[in-house]
């Protein structure tokens, strides 16, 4: 473990005044939570501070709720690693996972991770995301016939002094490997 985090913390991309905000899963990393009980992600969190990095900070194990608050209500930012295999259809998953919810459990935002797919979509008045992946597909995955959406998402909102989410913006930006700028002469 002790290796892993050390590479984590030294070779993790760092950006000029950018914060790496994560939550731990129930699967790879969550196997030291079930079999050994390390909490992998402070492990990887104390690991940064000894490298004297500040940029990345452990927020939980499966899930975590932002909250904005407002005057009168308050919006929820819930950040997931979900489980399972991925499905046939990009959307199945996310769907299902905010049908769990029971009523005044929802939150305004469902950022997930997990399933390598970028997506959005509006199920019970819920913005979902699908977060991507930072991996390029590997033979596992192909063997398995899933497809790796590498990138990220800006994303933008307007919370109303109230506390409600009145607008919501996403845009994916996707990353390609190596070779396809090098063939293209596309700048990084």
């Known amino acids: 473990i002790e290796g892993q985090a050390s590479y984590f913390a030294k070779n993790w991309p760092k ?3 950018m ?3 994560f939550v ?3 699967d790879h990393e969550g196997w030291y939570v079930q079999r050994e009980g390390v909490n992998i992600g402070q492990v990887l969190e104390d690991a940064c501070v000894r490298e004297g990095r500040k940029d990345i900070h452990y927020l939980g194990h499966m899930e975590h709720d932002i909250v904005f608050q407002g005057t009168k209500h308050k919006s929820i930012m819930r950040l997931i690693h979900a489980g399972g295999g991925s499905a046939y259809a990009t959307s199945y998953s996310a769907q299902k996972i905010v049908e769990s919810y029971q009523g005044g459990e929802k939150p305004a935002i469902l ?3 997990h399933y390598h797919k970028a997506e959005y ?3 019970r008045e819920v913005h979902v995301l699908q977060a991507g992946c930072t991996e390029d ?3 596992f995955m192909r063997k398995l016939k899933i497809q790796a959406h590498v990138g990220g998402w800006i994303v933008e909102f307007t919370l109303t002094p109230d506390g409600i989410i009145s607008r919501f913006k996403c845009e994916w930006i996707p990353f390609y490997d190596l070779d396809f700028y090098k063939r293209w002469k596309y700048q990084m």
């Open 111 to 113: 950022l997930i991770g």
């Open 121 to 123: 979509g509006y199920p």
């Open 15 to 17: 950006r000029k005044g």
């Open 137 to 139: 597909q590997t033979p």
């Open 19 to 21: 914060q790496m905000y």
């Open 24 to 26: 731990t899963g129930d």
